[in-house]
């Protein structure tokens, strides 16, 4: 059973109301009730809060909360409500299913595959000659590892994923079902002779460093020669394309459906928004912020944001969206002035009716 004192002391935090309020779920302000935990992060939030069913809230430093009854909810205040709620729901997760260390006699594992003897390899999962699957590691099922592939240790791969030959993934990494790592990059040339597409050869691969966490149904491409490389803590939604040769920086949050053409390198702690689509070539800076649907055609500066398709600079989009607003203000206007003045006809349309009545 969690309290608000045994939250609150879990997250070293202070409480304001009582420490005894059992605590059975956590929801959003809006859904959460009696007996639930919810978070605040803002003042628009906090001035809800009144009218808030939930039991207890927690609240960002700083926050003015209107309307507490400390005698009947509790408030947890902490510096960060998103990161706070981060290490509660931990408390509140349901236990890992164990995994226990062996090979599941479905598996087919080649004779000169390395699986360390902790490891756990599931129901109908491959892994080919010369593929290693270090310490702790989880391969759930259906798994497919190809020649000389290797796994670091404590990663899991959940059912479906495919590591193609020589691809690497480091240790504490987590890729979700359907991640295809190391198929061919998209390319091609055309034969004017024979009047054909002729294929690239694709002879690189992936290194995909520690604690990266990768979405259902992601594809990494491998190198032309050399690596693809995904740096370490990077984090890829569902959905996200990175093509051959790319370099990912540390730390990197790729939304879904984010499309990354060819050669690409991205910095330290960028951020791409959902469906964001960046050139072949092109390279954005650390820490910049790629807005959602954005088509990113050149470089990005770092620790600069952009917007629109093609991307520019985000106070420039600003600017122009305000200019355009404006515009169609004035347009409006103009359309009511020409209502008053002409009726329902525009004087286009009468000087047009007045040449026709000259024409007959």
Not at 26 to 37: F, V
Request: aromatic share 4%.
């Amino acid at each position: 059973m969690h309290t608000t004192g045994s939250i609150a002391a879990s997250l070293g935090a202070k409480l304001i109301g009582p420490p005894d309020i059992e605590v059975k779920r956590l929801d959003s302000l809006h859904r959460a009730g009696p007996g639930e935990l919810t978070f605040i992060r803002d003042g628009q939030n906090a001035r809800l809060w009144k009218e808030a069913k939930a039991s207890a809230a927690l609240v960002s430093t700083g926050l003015d909360v209107d309307g507490h009854d400390a005698g009947a909810k509790a408030l947890i205040i902490v510096p960060d409500a998103d990161l706070a709620l981060a290490s509660t729901l931990e408390l509140f997760a349901p236990p890992p299913i164990p995994r226990a260390p062996g090979i599941h006699p479905s598996a087919i594992v080649h004779q000169e595959a390395r699986i360390d003897p902790t490891a756990h390899v599931g129901p109908f999962c491959i892994i080919d000659r010369h593929a290693s699957v270090g310490p702790g590691s989880v391969l759930v099922s259906g798994v497919t590892l190809g020649p000389g592939a290797s796994i670091g240790a404590k990663t899991t791969l959940h059912p479906g994923v495919t590591i193609l030959e020589r691809c690497v993934v480091g240790s504490g990494c987590i890729l979700h079902a359907g991640v295809v790592v190391g198929a061919d990059g998209f390319g091609y040339r055309l034969d004017p002779k024979a009047g054909v597409l002729v294929k690239i050869p694709h002879i690189g691969n992936v290194v995909i460093g520690n604690a990266v966490e990768i979405g259902a149904n992601a594809a990494i491409d491998r190198a032309k020669f050399g690596s693809t490389t995904i740096g370490d803590g990077t984090k890829i939604d569902n959905l996200v394309q990175i093509a051959h040769n790319c370099t990912i920086g540390r730390c990197v949050i790729l939304c879904g459906q984010v499309g990354i053409g060819g050669s690409v390198t991205i910095g330290d702690g960028a951020m791409l928004g959902g469906a964001a689509s960046v050139r072949d070539n092109v390279t954005i800076g650390a820490m910049a912020q790629v807005a959602g649907r954005a088509g990113v055609v050149e470089d990005v500066p770092p620790a600069s944001t952009v917007f629109g398709l093609p991307a520019i600079p985000g106070r420039e989009a600003m600017r122009i969206s305000a200019a355009s607003r404006r515009l169609v203000e004035y347009f409006s206007r103009v359309r009511a002035l020409e209502r008053r003045v002409f009726g329902s006809s525009k004087p286009a349309d009468s000087r047009h009716a007045a040449k026709r009545d000259q024409d007959e």
